[in-house]
């Protein structure tokens, strides 16, 4: 073979490879340039799972790949199923058949259809009109169904199958979400949608977002235009400068928001929430306590590097439990992190200054109870929440090298809390789960300043310190 016959061979080679990549988008999906949070949404394992996204963050290209992968049975994380039967829930038809409709015809090769049924449109045009369903081979064998439903049907339209999965392009009225949810309990479906929290605070809000009910399957992650790699920073920073700051709340990050607005918008959970490391025994610090009987009673952990920054590292939330249940979970607790006590053994804490008051209904203060157990506690706290809610502020923002303020995993009604913490009439914080909250603001407003460690830091210590702050520049 002469030169110019190899030259003619890679030609119709390369030409041959760049029709393969065109045909089959899945194949090559998130290969050339890769969106991590995408990845981390088809990687999660969880059965309820959503993607909180600005527009354009990519959140819609996940959700259709994810019910590709399903219904063709190479789900690269998850055990493959044959016959699979899906639905695909669009706010209407229109928006079907311009948005999930598109995206799922996308990552199918034309090869793998079975056979399409229209709702109206030409089977031969499907782009064109809207879909009922789509049928699909299956690698593992048999067909896979793909169904588009709309919200305008109204939630009997729901009814009557069982389904593996179900995908929700943007957020579905309740109804129509809980019977959906019926519709997966025979099979062990799953459910996921990938939505712009456009409605505000919602039941997606509370039930995904939050995770009130604590369901282990729930799984959340936010998506904005920096995580897709196939936005221009250019482009980008000059829509920016032309949006409100609620407009950038929820249409760039994909944050819920209310009219009344978040206390702690500073919080960004990718950011302050961080998993669990081992804390040298030299930064801890304070417990601090906001106590309840029906009300939850909140403890954390506290803990603070040399160069100031806070960690909250461990977390004690329970409601209508006594005093002596209160103390030995706080004990036990301290015991497996091996806190400091005092000689006479006890632990000390910060506590609500009304936890020194006696009630007419009791003999003893909470702060005497305490005592009792083996817990002594500091009730001379500075309650001025608008200062303290300043000061929390302050630790969230931090400084140049980065936040003054970590919270473990592990803390998840401290985060769930934080999230979920809104200004209400009168410019007043709401009274509403904020336990976890008011010790919080207690611990940060009795450290005005830095961290001196008590001890000389050891090689291991040191190494630990350096490991942290490549941590925090991630």
């Not at 949810?181 to 977002?209: A, H, Q, S």
């Not at 799984?219 to 000059?238: G, K």
């Not at 004990?331 to 936890?355: F, M, Q, V």
């Amino acid at each position: 073979m002469d030169e110019k016959e190899i030259i003619t061979q890679i030609l119709r080679l390369e030409k041959a490879i760049k029709h393969c990549r065109v045909k089959n988008r899945l194949a090559h999906y998130n290969t050339d340039k890769v969106h991590a949070k995408q990845i981390a949404f088809h990687a999660c394992l969880k059965r309820n799972r959503w993607v909180f996204g600005g527009n354009r963050s990519g959140k819609t290209e996940c959700g259709a790949a994810e019910a590709v992968y399903m219904a063709r049975g190479i789900h690269p994380h998850r055990k493959n199923r044959d016959n699979v039967k899906g639905w695909v829930v669009s706010l209407s038809n229109r928006v079907q058949r311009d948005v999930a409709q598109s995206k799922i015809l996308d990552y199918i090769n034309p090869d793998w259809i079975v056979d399409i049924a229209m709702v109206s449109g030409k089977a031969s045009n499907p782009r064109g009109g809207v879909i009922d369903y789509i049928t699909i081979k299956n690698v593992l064998g048999g067909v896979s169904e793909i169904g588009f439903k709309s919200c305008e049907m109204g939630r009997e339209k729901f009814q009557g199958v069982s389904l593996d999965f179900v995908w929700f392009d943007e957020e579905p009225p309740q109804d129509i979400y809980d019977e959906c949810r019926m519709r997966i309990i025979d099979r062990k479906g799953e459910l996921f949608g990938t939505m712009t929290p456009l409605n505000g605070l919602t039941y997606v809000y509370n039930k995904f977002y939050l995770n009130e009910d604590a369901d282990p399957e729930v799984w959340h992650i936010t998506m904005e235009w920096a995580d897709n790699p196939y936005l221009d920073a250019d482009e980008v920073e000059a829509v920016t400068r032309t949006m409100s700051e609620n407009e950038l709340t929820v249409r760039r990050y994909g944050k819920f928001s209310a009219a009344s607005g978040l206390v702690y918008y500073e919080f960004d959970e990718r950011v302050h929430v961080i998993d669990p490391f081992a804390i040298p025994r030299e930064w801890y610090d304070k417990m601090s306590i906001d106590p309840g009987l029906n009300n939850p009673l909140s403890c954390h952990w506290y803990a603070v590097s040399p160069d100031g920054v806070v960690y909250a590292v461990a977390e004690h939330y329970e409601a209508r439990k006594d005093i002596d249940y209160h103390a030995e979970a706080i004990k036990g607790k301290c015991r497996a992190l091996n806190w400091p006590h005092t000689r006479d053994g006890r632990y000390e804490s910060l506590i609500d200054s009304a936890a020194g008051q006696r009630t007419l209904a009791g003999v003893k203060s909470v702060s005497e109870l305490f005592y009792e157990k083996g817990i002594l506690t500091n009730s001379n706290v500075v309650k001025d929440i608008f200062a303290g809610i300043a000061r929390v502020k302050n630790f969230l923002l931090g400084d140049g090298a980065g936040p003054k303020l970590y919270i473990f995993k592990n803390c998840t009604q401290l985060i769930r809390e934080i999230k979920g913490y809104f200004w209400q009439e009168g410019d007043t914080p709401q009274k509403k789960d904020d336990h976890a909250l008011d010790e919080l603001r207690y611990y940060l407003m009795s450290r005005p300043q830095g961290y001196t460690p008590r001890t000389k830091k050891s090689d291991i210590t040191l190494d630990k310190e350096r490991l942290l702050r490549k941590i925090r520049r991630r």
